[in-house]
């Protein structure tokens, strides 16, 4: 079984930056995809972001593209989410993903993804 943590949410002013961080336990955090999404109040899971199991691929939704950065450290078992300019339409709850083992380097499909952590709110305010 692996557990995940998000951490760093907030709340901010646009225009700012955040790092989400989230620390996973069990020894095969390498070995799988991972992700970032987000769900706001009244709106379903929405795709933020995904990486390959090395972290040599990304993939980001449109509308986070340029503005976000993922990232992993397989020798700390942590993804990160860089969220630079935030807007308030950022708003939502952040979920990090982990477990995807299927044959392209990432997903953006939520059911593709084994473990989810409990999220974390980030606010971004006008």
């Known amino acids: 079984q692996v557990r995940l943590v998000e951490s760093g949410g907030g709340l901010v002013q646009a225009g700012a930056s955040l790092r989400l961080s989230c620390a996973a336990s069990?020894?095969?955090?390498?070995?799988?995809?991972m992700g970032w999404f987000r769900q706001a109040p009244g709106k379903v899971r929405e795709f933020v972001a995904a990486?390959?199991?090395?972290?040599?691929?990304?993939a980001y939704a449109d509308s986070v593209k340029g503005r976000f950065t993922i990232s992993r450290d397989n020798a700390k078992n942590t993804l990160y989410l860089q969220m630079n300019s935030l807007k308030p339409e950022d708003t939502a709850v952040y979920y990090c993903?982990?477990?995807?083992?299927?044959?392209?380097?990432?997903?953006?499909?939520?059911?593709?993804?084994?473990?989810w952590g409990q999220g974390t709110q980030v606010t971004v305010s006008s």
């Open positions: 993903a982990g477990g995807y083992s299927g044959s392209y380097y990432y997903t953006t499909d939520p059911a593709r993804y084994d473990y």
């Open positions: 069990g020894r095969t955090f390498s070995t799988h995809g």
């Open positions: 990486i390959s199991r090395s972290g040599g691929i990304t």
